[in-house]
């Protein structure tokens, strides 16, 4: 029995191992052009309490700085936007999780309480390059795109 409990404990391990996708990068470009560029890109991670915390720093090409914070522990995070143009509050819910090398994010958004998208992002290092690929539906337009942080 132990041997048995051993083996699941050590064949389970790898499953929550988060790739290290730390770095700076001087922009993010997309490659098939869904997406604005992003600039002064930085990418963290801090692991506290054997949970990883990814945090993503950018500069869109109007000048407006944004972070996105990612927590890979499998569980639903739920953040609300008002818009002004036009009036609508978006509810994005997301959940993190590390799959061997990737970091994959699973976004599902409403908007006034109905449907509007939903997107998978997994991010993974290839080298020094941090590369971001993105699929989903939103406002019923599927669509794909890989995005390459340099």
Request: charged letters at 20%; hydrophobic letters at 40%; aromatic letters at 6%.
């Amino acid at each position: 029995m132990r041997t048995f409990v051993l083996m699941f404990i050590s064949l389970s391990l790898p499953a929550f191992a988060c790739p290290d996708l730390t770095g700076s990068y001087a922009k993010c470009v997309p490659q098939n052009n869904r997406f604005e560029t992003a600039n002064e890109v930085t990418m963290s991670q801090l692991e506290t309490s054997g949970i990883t915390h990814y945090k993503m720093k950018f500069v869109r090409d109007n000048g407006t700085k944004m972070a996105v914070d990612m927590i890979a522990d499998g569980q639903p995070y739920t953040t609300t936007q008002v818009v002004r143009f036009p009036p609508a509050r978006i509810t994005t819910t997301t959940t993190s999780v590390c799959i061997g090398d990737v970091l994959r994010v699973d976004a599902v958004m409403l908007m006034n309480g109905q449907p509007m998208g939903h997107i998978v992002t997994d991010l993974r290092k290839d080298g020094d390059l941090l590369m971001q690929d993105i699929s989903g539906n939103v406002l019923d337009q599927n669509f794909t795109e890989t995005v390459i942080c340099e």
